[in-house]
Structure formats: structure tokens, C-alpha cells
């Protein structure tokens, strides 16, 4: 089946630091990809839609100076959390949505990354 | 603004009963609805994609069922196990386009006891 990676799986830095996290469809191409974050107890949330080669588009409350996001090539995009503080630790999950071929339009789902901001 | 509604928020059932957990959304013009499991600190497995044509779908000792009309879907467990604990969460797409974002009810929490 399609996988999706996401790099690092966790992550502990000091507030005021920066983070990237990575997310990659390892065996097929996603012109879009969706990031989403889940806190404690909480259900997944949309934080933002990337799209290859373009801007992408944040949810209403996301601050798009604070959470970088780039989708330089069809197979990655990355999320950097700028100056991170603790509100910002959570579960980070990115879904990658299939392009072309059988699998056109099926979203698979990476593992997540655990940030915890100290 | 579509929202999903999930309940119960848990459930604790002894190992060989059948459940149901009930999923609801207020918006019916839906492209598909899928079903999540969630193990403690992990990723999503996905384990039954509804597309809004259909009205049910079975995997093993699992089926879902859609009422798109009604904005509810079910998830049958059968002869639950210990291995089925965990939380399932519901999700139905953003809007009636293929490709759009997924909108997550906040779960159900199971504990099958052995």
C-alpha cells in the first residue's frame, strides 16, 4: 500500500527555536498535502492545505508567519514551526493526497510527529 | 461549517460482545466518510472508506454503514477482542469534491477487557 513518512517521529527543543518537520509519499506523487495537529485528548484538526508549487492555504486561526509550510516537489512538503513555544507541542500529522494513476484522490496518512517545547 | 459528532466519547465492553459507535456531521454534501483506528501516541489506520454513493462497508468483524441524508454513520464491531482497544474516530470530507481536507469528530475511546 502507499506510505507516507513523516521525519522526525519526535521532536523536544527549547522555546524560541525553530522546527521542521517533514512529510514525504514515498511511492506516489501528491500534488496536495494536508497538515493537521491533534492535542491531548482532542480530535485532528486542519492547520493547513499545500499544494505543489504554490502557496499554501491556512485554516482560519493559523498563524501562516508562525507555521511555514513548502511544497517544493510532488513527493514532500515540510512544516516548520518558527520560534516555537509549549502551546505549540502536539501530535503533527500530514496526509498526502494521491495523484494520478489507480490511486487518484485517496489521502494517506503519515505516522505524525510528537513536538514537545520545553 | 461542517461538523462531526461522535459518540459515546468512550466505551468499555467484556472480550465477544458486539458494539456500535455512532458518528454525526451537519453538513450532508459529503464526497466520502471514513473511519479511523488510533492507537495511544500513534499515527491513523484507516479501516473503512464509505464513499456518499454507498451505504455500507465491511472488513473482517467490521462494518460501517452511511445515512447521508441523515448525516449518521455507524460502526459495527463484532465478537470484539482486548487487540480492539483503542480510539475510532470518524471523519468526513470537507465539501463534495474528491481530494478535500477531512473534518474528525473527536473519537471514541474503546476498551475491549479480556
Known amino acids: 500500500g502507499a506510505v507516507v513518512s513523516q521525519h522526525p517521529s519526535w521532536v523536544i527543543c527549547k522555546s524560541g527555536t525553530s522546527v521542521k518537520i517533514e512529510c514525504r509519499s514515498l511511492?506516489?506523487?501528491?500534488?496536495?498535502m494536508f497538515w493537521y495537529r491533534q492535542f491531548p485528548k482532542q480530535s485532528l484538526m486542519l492547520m493547513a492545505t499545500?499544494?505543489?508549487?504554490?502557496?499554501?492555504?491556512?485554516e482560519q486561526g493559523v498563524e501562516k508567519d508562525k507555521f511555514l509550510i513548502n511544497h517544493a516537489s510532488l513527493t514532500l512538503s515540510t512544516l516548520t514551526v518558527t520560534s516555537a513555544h509549549p502551546e505549540d507541542s502536539s501530535f503533527y500529522i500530514c496526509?498526502?493526497?494521491?495523484?494520478?494513476?489507480?490511486?487518484?484522490?485517496?489521502?494517506?496518512f503519515g505516522p505524525g510527529t510528537r513536538l514537545t517545547v520545553l | 461549517k461542517q461538523e462531526v459528532t461522535q459518540i459515546p466519547a468512550a466505551l468499555s465492553v467484556p472480550e465477544g460482545e458486539n458494539l456500535v459507535l455512532n458518528c454525526s456531521f451537519t453538513?450532508?454534501?459529503?464526497?466520502?466518510l471514513q473511519w479511523f483506528r488510533q492507537d495511544p501516541g500513534k499515527g491513523l489506520t484507516s479501516l473503512l472508506l464509505?464513499?456518499?454513493?454507498?451505504r455500507e462497508q465491511t472488513s473482517g468483524r467490521l462494518n460501517a454503514s452511511l445515512d447521508k441524508s441523515s448525516g449518521r454513520s455507524t460502526l459495527y464491531i463484532a465478537a470484539s477482542q482486548p487487540g480492539d482497544s483503542a480510539t475510532y474516530l470518524c471523519?468526513?470530507?470537507?465539501?463534495?469534491?474528491?481530494?478535500?481536507?477531512?473534518?474528525f469528530g473527536k473519537g471514541t475511546t474503546l476498551s475491549v477487557s479480556s
Open positions: 464509505i464513499q456518499s454513493s454507498q
Open positions: 453538513d450532508s454534501a459529503i464526497y466520502n
Open positions: 471523519a468526513v470530507s470537507r465539501g463534495n469534491q474528491a481530494g478535500t481536507a477531512l473534518i
Open positions: 496526509s498526502a493526497r494521491a495523484s494520478g494513476g489507480l490511486r487518484t484522490d485517496t489521502q494517506y
Open positions: 511511492d506516489f506523487q501528491a500534488t496536495t
Open positions: 499545500s499544494n505543489e508549487g504554490s502557496k499554501a492555504t491556512y
